[in-house]
């Protein structure tokens, strides 16, 4: 009886030294989510070995683009391929083929010679030549096409997983900053979710790596706050990890943040306007459990309270999970 498919995987350096060993024969394909790091772990491998890396992505190319267009030579007809896949220079090189299983079927039979023969129509690459390809699977809802048996065929698929110890070596060499790794270091589950249904912000390591740096840029300014890093971090990883990686910053550990809790919070906490401040307070409402147990009718009644005050109480509470109106309190 099968037991069903078996897919053995990879790290990303364990992905790098295969390249290394077989790419200059062999056409490599690395499969994962988005964010994982493909592309780069491919720059570094050719940059490592003192090769050039011209890239093509999948989704914007045309037949054309690798074939190349046809020109007169003497009394014949002869294909000229692009300059970025056949340079005047005849070194080799990387080729790197980035977001391969998007492209169009008429692109990747464009190609399968390229992929198993090295050849472009009757030009052959440089000798000793990368030909590494890259892309997701259907299952990470990505722009992915079905791949033809034909293509499958012609190239060596590498499933890559991501290694959190691994990605915490290269975050610290690559100036991730400590609050980040710490948070990832502790909760190593949110360095990569799964890919959400609906378009929204998820966690991967490209996204955490993304997020540090945007919080580097802004605390240069000197105005980095407990609101604006919620506020980054749901930009740009899940949700759940965005607010605990945000309670944590603020120094409230995620993991003790419970529903009482919140609701003790001072109204300071969700750090308002000063003028919804002020209204709240002038109706005695100084902390979140007290705010959480009115309606928006009875808020709207607040004097000087309106809809723009209304809006931006019910999305700060949204960062904490909360809403108006909770029937929580006795």
């Not at 005047?88 to 980035?98: A, G, R, V």
């Not at 079905?146 to 012609?154: D, P, Y």
């Not at 120094?251 to 009482?260: C, F, N």
């Not at 005695?284 to 809809?307: A, C, Q, S, W, Y």
Request: a neutral charge; charged letters at 25%.
């Amino acid at each position: 009886m099968s037991a069903g498919p078996i897919t053995e995987t990879v790290t990303l350096s364990q992905a790098k030294e295969l390249i290394r060993c077989l790419s200059h024969e062999q056409s490599v394909l690395l499969l994962s989510p988005p964010g994982v790091g493909k592309s780069d772990v491919v720059r570094q491998a050719a940059a490592e070995a003192g090769l050039e890396c011209k890239s093509l992505l999948g989704t914007q190319i045309a037949p054309e683009d690798v074939s190349g267009v046809p020109r007169i030579i003497g009394e014949r007809s002869v294909f000229c391929p692009p300059r970025v896949l056949l340079p005047e220079n005849p070194q080799k090189f990387c080729l790197f083929l980035d977001e391969l299983p998007a492209c169009a079927p008429d692109v990747q039979k464009a190609f399968y010679s390229l992929l198993l023969e090295r050849r472009i129509g009757e030009y052959d690459l440089p000798k000793d030549t990368w030909v590494v390809a890259a892309g997701n699977r259907a299952e990470d809802k990505a722009l992915v096409r079905t791949i033809s048996s034909a293509l499958v065929n012609r190239v060596l698929i590498l499933n890559v997983r991501i290694d959190v110890a691994e990605w915490l070596g290269w975050a610290q060499v690559n100036g991730v900053r400590e609050d980040v790794v710490r948070f990832v270091e502790q909760n190593p589950e949110a360095l990569l979710r799964p890919v959400p249904d609906k378009a929204s912000p998820f966690s991967t390591p490209r996204a955490w790596a993304s997020l540090s740096r945007a919080l580097d840029l802004v605390g240069a300014r000197g105005s980095l706050t407990g609101q604006l890093v919620r506020a980054l971090a749901i930009g740009r990883v899940s949700e759940d990890d965005a607010r605990r990686f945000a309670a944590v910053w603020m120094g409230t550990p995620a993991e003790s943040v419970t529903l009482e809790e919140k609701l003790n919070w001072p109204l300071a906490h969700l750090e308002l306007s000063v003028r919804s401040m002020k209204c709240l307070e002038a109706e005695g409402i100084t902390t979140v459990g007290e705010l959480v147990k009115r309606t928006e009718d009875e808020l709207m009644e607040v004097r000087n309270f309106g809809e723009t005050c209304l809006r931006e109480v019910k999305a700060k509470l949204a960062l904490h999970g909360l809403a108006i109106g909770m029937k929580l309190l006795r």
